[in-house]
């Protein structure tokens, strides 16, 4: 069943930060999240567990809630190379992903 | 190391063809994938692998067909091609440890016009 991302679209300025949230309505074993630019592949960012641990890549960093099957993604202080389209995809055993409906960032100067 | 290679990137089909999309890893990964994302849209599961002769079905599989031969390889295949199956296909590749899944890596993905 397919996650669901919130919000669809976020506009920001250079150093203003965004929270991007991905919800399932199934037991989540994992959460990933992606990064794709226009015209080209996703790129892994991370991965997040049960257990309601936080990671953190930079500036980016994301949560995993396992008993309210949300997980959400922070971008703090965000550049111009954040732009782009953000997935997260949920895994509810250990063998394949769904991805949610994505939410596209655009980062202006 | 080359990572996940699809060939070819670009083709044009016409309606009632039929063609496979190339797929290799290089990275000994277990479990390889195949989505489609159309214009503006996420990433749908077709058909997935977990290891060399083992394939199954994910959310949109109808049209297509799969066999993973070797560890290294996961080709798809179109049957008679149809204008629904115009998208941008991806082919990925993932290890896995003691938690599951790791990250995806993905192939630069085939761009396939049905005409």
């Known amino acids: 069943q397919q996650p669901v991302q919130s919000p669809q679209a976020v506009i920001l300025r250079e150093g203003e930060d965004a929270v991007i949230n991905c919800s399932s309505s199934?037991?989540?074993?994992?959460v990933h999240w992606y990064r794709q630019k226009h015209g080209e592949a996703p790129v892994f960012l991370m991965i997040?567990?049960?257990?309601?641990e936080q990671k953190g890549h930079e500036k980016i960093s994301a949560s995993f809630n396992e008993k309210k099957q949300q997980s959400s993604l922070y971008l703090t202080a965000s550049q111009l190379s954040y732009s782009g389209t953000y997935f997260c995809g949920t895994a509810y055993n250990t063998d394949k992903l769904i991805f949610g409906t994505g939410t596209r960032l655009q980062v202006f100067p | 190391n080359a990572g996940v290679t699809q060939t070819p990137k670009f083709r044009i089909l016409k309606i009632g063809q039929s063609m496979t999309l190339q797929c290799t890893q290089d990275m000994n990964h277990n479990y390889m994938y195949w989505y489609r994302q159309d214009p503006g849209m996420g990433l749908k599961l077709i058909y997935y692998s977990v290891g060399a002769g083992i394939t199954d079905k994910g959310e949109v599989p109808n049209g297509y067909n799969v066999s993973r031969s070797t560890t290294e390889d996961f080709p798809l295949r179109l049957e008679l091609a149809a204008p629904s199956q115009t998208s941008v296909y991806f082919c990925a590749s993932s290890s896995t440890g003691g938690e599951g899944l790791r990250g995806y890596t993905f192939g630069s993905g085939t761009r396939l016009t049905v005409v």
């Open positions: 997040l567990l049960k257990g309601g």
């Open positions: 199934k037991a989540l074993y994992s």
